[in-house]
């Protein structure tokens, strides 16, 4: 016998069961994928677009366009999109629709859409006329349709309406503001039934304005009678673009085709509400927005959809969105970013220079600066070598001025004996004439003779004085054009009595043609004179059976050379080098400057000098100079 176990011991009981199982079940509901949020699932839902006049017709085009990506994009469910255009609207309104409704009663009649969404106002009045024939039970979006145009009285619980109002009166302020010299306002709007009810409406808009803008109407021309007239519109006119399916001459037209022919011809900017003309062709201004009313008519769809009530969606007449402008056609037609309305919105702005090439431009300016900073810092250096080299001038005039006095400190005993002996001369004149004047009979021709000598006798005393004054004076560094064999005879001049004194020959031999130099004739002399100095000083020193100092001028190229050589004992072979340092010297007395101020003062002049002996004994100072080609006076 087998033991009973209690059922209720091992099976909890059906209860108990279903409950395990509903919640296993909702376990693996949760965990299987379910249809993420915008996936399609269920049953694909039969929208049916009509469209008044083409699909590709502008501006309806642009907000069937945005409501079927929109609508594909959100709807929850798998969508069945079927388009249908209603031609018959643009000719004739009401026209043969009658073939049409036969074409659509069969391909509904199976089985109807789940929503119908007409596209403007043509659309609207279609579906509203033919409802009971075709889809008595479908729920419509009467969409893009203008508030003036929507059957009101047709509107079943079964219909929702987003409207957009046109207000042709703050579009026309708004082009007055932004263009405020604006005379005429041309209307282009063509001649369908449709066209023609707007332009009446425009133009009962349009009155109030009348005092201050004339308007043209273009609604009877042809297009090509309307484009001629657009390219020879007089100044301050606008065109205002309202529509454009047939012309006053009956032909159809493209609403976006005929407006950028217009556009490519006019000489006036146009002007359009509607925001699908707008990036392209048109000014701007307060507009339509697209996704506004595409939205609306989106969320109205999907509620219905889901099971809303058309008649429980209401939405306001949508008017125009913030004005927007293009920056391109405000260029082209100098309008004024000041005189757009608050809040306008200004697109397509061409990026300024900045903009576009920013690094370049940076790269540039870094260049520049950089640039600028080197011409400042090369400036600034050059300035300062400026005011250096005009500095050590200046220095080396004072050194020069002092090393003068030296010098001539040296020609003391011969200056004195100089000017002694006309004085001398002078005196002995004097008492001679006093005493022939005394004798009873005087021989006045020989008084008068004795004047005369007495006289040349001061002239040469003040011509000494005039040299050394000449010599001593303090110039600033002035080059002026040089004759050098003349300076070099007023040295030999100033040095002659010097070498008298010391038993010395002085020989001086110029070159035959004048030798013409740009330089400072009181530093050339002194360079001279230092040389001449030094050479009498080397032949004081020995003794010498020949005692002459030799001073030639000639011409070497392009170069005067003045050549001083001596009989002295000449330069030690090791301070050949030395002799032009400044505070080299071998004299007791000596300042050891006199050499480096000549050679300071020959290369401010561009030129060379050097020192060597002579094979015959005796030094030899060699000075080159350039000669002068310009020989105008200069600074
Ligand atoms: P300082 O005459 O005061 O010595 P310088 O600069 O004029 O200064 O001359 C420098 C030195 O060059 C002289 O001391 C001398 O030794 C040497 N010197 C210059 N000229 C001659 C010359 N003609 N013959 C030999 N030595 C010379």
Redesign the pocket.
Known sequence: MSARVPTAAINPGWPVLAVRLCVCLLVLAAMLPGPASGEPRGEPKRVLMLHSFGRDFLPWSAFARTIRTELEQQSPWPLELQEHNLLSARVNNPGPEAPFVDYLRSLYSGRPPDIVVSIGAPAARFVQKYRAQLFPETPMVLTAVEQRLVNRTDLTDNDTVIAVYNDFSAFFDSILQVLPDTQTIAVVIGASPLEKFWLEEVKREGKPFESRVAFVWYADLSFAEILKRASMLPPHTVLFWGLMSIDGAGVAHEGDLALRNLRAIANAPIFSFQEAYFGRDTVGGPMHSINESSERTVNAAIRILGGGKPADIKVQPIGFASPKYDWREMQRWGISESNLPPGSEILFREPGIWERYSWQLSLIACVILIQGGLIGGLLRERSRRRFAEVESRQRLAELAHLNRYSAVGELTTSIAHEINQPLGSILTNAETAELMLKSSSPNLDEVREILVDIKRDDQRASEVIRRLRSVLKKTPFEMRDIELNETVRQVIGFVAAMAHGRDIALKCCTASAGLHVKGDAVQLQQVFL?LMI??M??ISEVEAKKREVCVTTSLSGASAEIRIS?T????ATG?LKK?FDPF????PQ???????IARTIVEAHHGQISAENQPLGG?L?TIRLPIARDRSTSA
């Open positions: 230092n030094n050479a000083d080397a001596d002295g004992a000449g330069i301070d002799v080299f010297t071998t004299k000596g300042m050891g400057m006199g050499l480096a030094a100072f």
